[in-house]
């Protein structure tokens, strides 16, 4: 089975800084697609951003980057010029071709103004 | 992003009761699921659903809950006789295709006493 694992369960950052947020993924098919969701304090899940395993090239959404090691099944959210409106519970998801979501466990983001 | 709503948004109910869940689809996406989260933990995939039928279910997803699009619409998730522990915000998801990401509704916070 998929596994998702965020190793940082909290995390803080200054305003205006730059934070990256880590995740990892067991899986031993080729062909998936990850994500990264945002939780505010609504508990509404956001997408933030996706990436194909194909593509080779980095997801950019806005403030939003990706670092996507597919060899190390690596798949980190960065975030630039942090803004108070980012806080909130940051979940990295694997889909495979099948329909299910694999999620972590998730990385609680502060922003200190 | 296409929006995803949920009803109720709040929903308590005494153990052993029934609860029905309802998301409300959007017309050009075929693929529906429910995820639920208890609180403090990660989100976990209960079941989903195309064609009217479940494509896929996880362990959790027992015979105590049942989905349906009773009318081609909205799209239902029932929970009977509840316990403590369905305690949770469910979310249901949607997608176009099999392969795109997932739009998720608000969530319904169920509180079972």
């Known amino acids: 089975a998929q596994t998702v694992t965020q190793s940082q369960p909290e995390m803080s950052v200054q305003e205006a800084e730059t934070v990256t947020l880590s995740c990892t993924y067991d899986t031993s098919e080729s062909d998936y697609y990850l994500f990264w969701y945002k939780q505010p304090p609504s508990r509404q899940m956001i997408l933030v951003i996706r990436q194909e395993a194909y593509k080779q090239q980095n997801a950019t959404e806005n403030r939003f980057s990706v670092n996507f090691q597919k060899a190390a099944k690596s798949f980190s959210l960065k975030i630039s010029d942090s803004q108070l409106g980012d806080a909130a519970l940051y979940f990295c998801a694997y889909r495979s071709t099948g329909n299910q979501f694999y999620f972590g466990t998730g990385t609680s983001l502060t922003v200190i103004p | 992003e296409p929006e995803v709503t949920q009803t109720p948004s709040h929903q308590v109910t005494q153990m052993g009761q029934e609860v029905i869940l309802r998301c409300v689809p959007i017309?050009?996406?075929?693929?529906f699921y429910w995820y639920r989260q208890i609180l403090g933990q990660k989100v976990e995939f209960l079941v989903s659903f195309y064609n009217n039928e479940i494509s896929e279910k996880s362990e959790i997803f027992d015979d105590q809950f049942s989905v349906e699009r009773p009318d081609g619409s909205n799209f239902t998730l029932k929970i009977r006789s509840t316990k403590l522990e369905d305690s949770a915000m469910y979310f249901c998801a949607r997608t176009q295709t099999k392969n795109t990401e997932a739009f998720f509704g608000q969530g319904t916070r169920l509180t079972v006493v």
């Open positions: 017309s050009n996406h075929l693929y």
